[in-house]
């Protein structure tokens, strides 16, 4: 999930533009000049057919940054200047998570199948021969597929035995798990809420970089600027994005403005206590198993995809949930961020009042670079407890079953780990659903390798489980 491309860098640098200009109060005057400062005339090289189309696309990529999705455009003069007003003076963030930049979204063609040049136009043929729409035909010596007529079988690329015909799917399409996304009578795609889970694949697979979180980074700057009390609750996964230790992410919070710090690992430690204790309840009822609860895109699948693995989700509540009470119970009055590399996140705390702000590690980023934080020179907080520990484990795939296990281990507890939610994850939790399972304890993760490997993640974070507790086995 976590890999850098282009777009991630893009989408990073608008974001560092925004809190820079908002940093120095000069947002609504400046904004306008972000597509003219990201395409300048003189650039060399252009990703699209001319310097408007670009400047365009840029325009409507600040749209999600400000808090907004591109269907709150109403006149298309409106300057970019009056929604980043709009965003400063609102006071309730949108519902929507994610959203589709249209300007962007055009390249990629319908679903189809496309005869290669290792075509040998055999006599066998047996392309043609198995065609049931009569789609392909022979052209030149080569067999030809008339898009019009293709239903997009596939059966012509099963029988060709020269492998000349090519599947080119819809990267976003080909992402997402539960078939949430689809083009409309436009050709853009369109995500329909009914069936999204917020897992982020289509937002990192789509080449053009035209899917977006609906940020709340002005938010979270606007409540900084009104000096409201606020509390940052940050995920464990945090360590494998900047190498810091728990008390310089402590102070580099506060630095930002951030007035109290809670480590979700500690809201961990409650999600431990009572999951293995409700797993002890739902065995000795006669329960056959019992899944995690703490990914919100697993919660999502079971609620729109999988509605018969229902009973067998755990209660209890996640650690952000947990690492939230903590804050409210310093300050019932305080404003709760959590800072994550999770999409299903912003929806969970959507879901749920304990939750004001969701913040990603690409914008906390975004912070760190405008506001020119040196991360070397941060102090460290030696009352902060730097030691690893299996409840900042929860941050990597097979980390919650570990945890539970050595909190019980008296108990026979026979893990098993779906590590990433994927069309064949969807098939085994659909076989399950039927009251058996290979184990009585499932713990499943959304994305492959865990939450370190989170769609809102600076890059690839698998190869850094050495930062993390290491004793998942």
């Given at each position: 999930m976590g890999y850098t491309s282009n777009t991630h860098i893009i989408r990073r640098d608008l974001l560092r533009h925004v809190v820079k200009l908002f940093a120095d109060g000069e947002l609504e005057e400046k904004i306008d000049r972000i597509p003219l400062k990201m395409v300048p005339k003189n650039r060399e090289t252009q990703l699209r057919c001319c310097i408007h189309k670009e400047r365009a696309v840029i325009k409507y990529k600040m749209f999600p940054l400000l808090g907004f999705t591109v269907d709150d455009e109403k006149d298309e003069l409106t300057p970019l200047h009056e929604y980043a007003s709009a965003a400063i003076s609102r006071n309730k963030v949108k519902d929507e998570i994610l959203t589709v930049v249209d300007e962007a979204c055009t390249s990629c063609v319908k679903d189809q199948y496309v005869v290669s040049n290792l075509c040998r136009g055999c006599v066998a043929r047996p392309c043609i021969m198995n065609c049931p729409k009569d789609a392909v035909s022979m052209q030149n010596g080569q067999a030809k597929i008339d898009s019009s007529k293709c239903i997009n079988c596939g059966i012509c690329k099963q029988q060709c035995q020269y492998h000349a015909i090519i599947h080119v799917p819809i990267p976003c399409e080909a992402a997402c798990p539960v078939g949430a996304i689809s083009k409309d009578e436009n050709g853009v795609e369109r995500i329909d809420d009914e069936k999204c889970i917020y897992c982020g694949k289509c937002l990192m697979a789509c080449p053009f970089g035209s899917i977006f979180e609906v940020s709340q980074i002005i938010d979270v700057m606007m409540a900084i600027r009104k000096e409201e009390h606020l509390t940052a609750i940050f995920a464990p996964s945090i360590h494998g994005q900047f190498n810091l230790t728990t008390g310089q992410i402590e102070n580099?919070?506060?630095?930002?403005?951030?007035?109290?710090?809670?480590?979700?690992?500690?809201?961990a430690r409650k999600t431990v206590e009572h999951e293995s204790a409700e797993f002890v309840e739902r065995l000795e009822g006669g329960q056959a198993f019992m899944t995690t609860s703490c990914c919100p895109s697993y919660v999502e699948t079971v609620e729109k995809h999988v509605p018969g693995m229902?009973?067998?989700?755990?209660?209890?509540?996640?650690?952000?949930?947990?690492?939230?009470?903590?804050?409210?119970?310093?300050?019932?009055?305080?404003?709760v961020v959590f800072i994550g590399p999770c999409i299903g996140k912003r929806k969970e705390a959507k879901k749920n009042d304990k939750v004001d702000l969701v913040m990603s590690f690409e914008e906390l980023n975004a912070m760190i670079v405008a506001l020119d934080i040196d991360l070397g020179t941060l102090p460290d907080n030696e009352k902060r407890n730097n030691k690893k520990t299996l409840d900042r484990g929860f941050a990597l795939s097979g980390g919650v079953a570990a945890a539970v296990k050595a909190?019980?281990?008296?108990l026979n507890i026979n893990e098993l780990v779906i590590n990433g939610i994927d069309k064949k994850a969807l098939g085994l939790l659909k076989a399950y659903s039927r009251g058996k399972a290979p184990a009585n304890f499932i713990e499943v993760m959304s994305c492959e390798g865990g939450c370190i490997n989170g769609p809102a993640s600076l890059g690839d974070m698998i190869g850094n489980r050495k930062l993390f507790n290491t004793n998942l086995k």
């Open positions: 580099l919070l506060k630095e930002i403005g951030f007035n109290e710090v809670v480590e979700v690992a500690d809201g229902k009973p067998f989700v755990s209660d209890t509540p996640s650690p952000m949930m947990y690492a939230a009470d903590m804050a409210r119970e310093k300050n019932p009055e305080t404003k909190e019980r281990p008296e």
